[in-house]
């Protein structure tokens, strides 16, 4: 079993992005002329956490993660993904063998583990909440105090009763909700792009319903290929997340946008407006900084 890490500070506020090895980013977030196997090291003196997508699809060797644990500062945290042979397997409750088998893996990595992301495919509907009670009562049993968060896509959750008992059941076994906001992608007028059109028929298409549980929270955000268009959400997003940090709640921040390019950009710029509202360190990212859109302090209402 992995050895028990001690849980992250109370209302820390991490950000980062979905990937850390984007080679779009160098002469932008990494320094031009960067070497691929360097990429994870200047990412972690960068950002502060990352979104460990890659883990849905495959499980990386004990030498790798190790690996990756001594690429990265004690500061930084990795959010690792259960697989898709965990998520997506029709019952969570006879996979947890398996779940087993990946926190062991990847809590190789102790110090630098942020809470775990369970993401649940479009067809696991309110229907199977038995199940999903069963796996969170067994992680909360044989895994604690690894965190855990949950995504949910199918619409019926985002309805009453069912996310009031979604809600109730992450608060009983320490579980975070993991939020998705979709609006910058599906609510603005923009050029069509390829990008931007698979974007919208990858992402899900849920409402944003900004709750936490647990005492943190995930949040996915789809930012706008078009940095000035992302300005009032992150504006809203800022305030809200402040006032989330004051009352002791933890949050994890992950930048995603169609163009994958300005991912790191959305960062700095959802950073610089948390910064205006409460205290947060520098963020370690000084060098070829983008360059932001003026964020107009304006309303969504």
């Given at each position: 079993m992995p050895t028990h890490r001690t849980p992250p500070t109370p209302a820390a506020f991490f950000i980062g992005c979905a990937v850390w090895g984007y080679k779009g980013?160098?002469?932008?977030?990494?320094?031009?002329?960067?070497?691929?196997?360097?990429?994870?090291?200047?990412?972690?003196r960068r950002l502060t956490t990352v979104e460990g997508n890659t883990t849905f699809y495959?499980?990386?060797?004990?030498?790798?993660?190790?690996?990756?644990?001594?690429?990265?500062?004690?500061s930084f945290r990795f959010c690792w993904k259960l697989p898709r042979s965990v998520s997506h397997s029709g019952?969570?409750?006879?996979?947890?063998?398996?779940?087993?088998?990946?926190v062991e893996r990847m809590a190789m990595a102790d110090q630098r583990t942020a809470p775990f992301f369970l993401q649940l495919p479009p067809s696991y509907s309110p229907q199977q909440l038995p199940d999903l009670a069963g796996w969170l009562a067994a992680w909360a049993a044989q895994l604690a105090p690894y965190q855990i968060?949950?995504?949910?896509?199918?619409?019926?959750?985002?309805?009453?009763?069912?996310?009031?008992a979604l809600m109730e059941l992450l608060e009983q076994h320490g579980a975070g909700r993991v939020l998705m906001d979709v609006r910058p992608i599906r609510q603005l007028e923009s050029q069509p792009s390829a990008a931007l059109e698979d974007a919208r028929e990858r992402k899900p298409d849920v409402p944003l319903h900004p709750l936490h549980s647990s005492g943190?929270?995930?949040?996915?955000?789809?930012?706008h290929p078009n940095p000035a268009q992302n300005t009032l959400w992150l504006e809203e997003w800022a305030?809200?997340?402040?006032?989330?940090?004051?009352?002791?709640?933890?949050?994890?921040?992950?930048?995603?946008?169609?163009?994958?390019?300005?991912s790191p950009a959305l960062c700095r710029m959802l950073y610089a407006?948390?910064?205006?509202?409460?205290?947060?360190?520098?963020?370690?990212?000084?060098?070829?900084?983008?360059?932001?859109p003026q964020v107009q302090q304006q309303t969504l209402f």
């Amino acid at each position: 079993m992995p050895t028990h890490r001690t849980p992250p500070t109370p209302a820390a506020f991490f950000i980062g992005c979905a990937v850390w090895g984007y080679k779009g980013w160098l002469g932008n977030l990494f320094p031009a002329g960067s070497k691929q196997p360097d990429l994870l090291r200047l990412y972690s003196r960068r950002l502060t956490t990352v979104e460990g997508n890659t883990t849905f699809y495959a499980t990386p060797t004990r030498e790798t993660v190790r690996r990756w644990e001594q690429e990265t500062p004690p500061s930084f945290r990795f959010c690792w993904k259960l697989p898709r042979s965990v998520s997506h397997s029709g019952s969570l409750s006879r996979q947890f063998g398996l779940t087993l088998d990946f926190v062991e893996r990847m809590a190789m990595a102790d110090q630098r583990t942020a809470p775990f992301f369970l993401q649940l495919p479009p067809s696991y509907s309110p229907q199977q909440l038995p199940d999903l009670a069963g796996w969170l009562a067994a992680w909360a049993a044989q895994l604690a105090p690894y965190q855990i968060a949950v995504e949910v896509r199918h619409p019926a959750w985002y309805a009453a009763p069912a996310e009031a008992a979604l809600m109730e059941l992450l608060e009983q076994h320490g579980a975070g909700r993991v939020l998705m906001d979709v609006r910058p992608i599906r609510q603005l007028e923009s050029q069509p792009s390829a990008a931007l059109e698979d974007a919208r028929e990858r992402k899900p298409d849920v409402p944003l319903h900004p709750l936490h549980s647990s005492g943190f929270s995930l949040l996915r955000y789809i930012g706008h290929p078009n940095p000035a268009q992302n300005t009032l959400w992150l504006e809203e997003w800022a305030t809200r997340l402040a006032t989330w940090l004051q009352a002791g709640i933890t949050v994890y921040a992950f930048m995603h946008c169609p163009d994958e390019n300005r991912s790191p950009a959305l960062c700095r710029m959802l950073y610089a407006c948390l910064a205006e509202r409460v205290s947060l360190p520098p963020l370690a990212w000084v060098s070829h900084p983008p360059e932001l859109p003026q964020v107009q302090q304006q309303t969504l209402f």
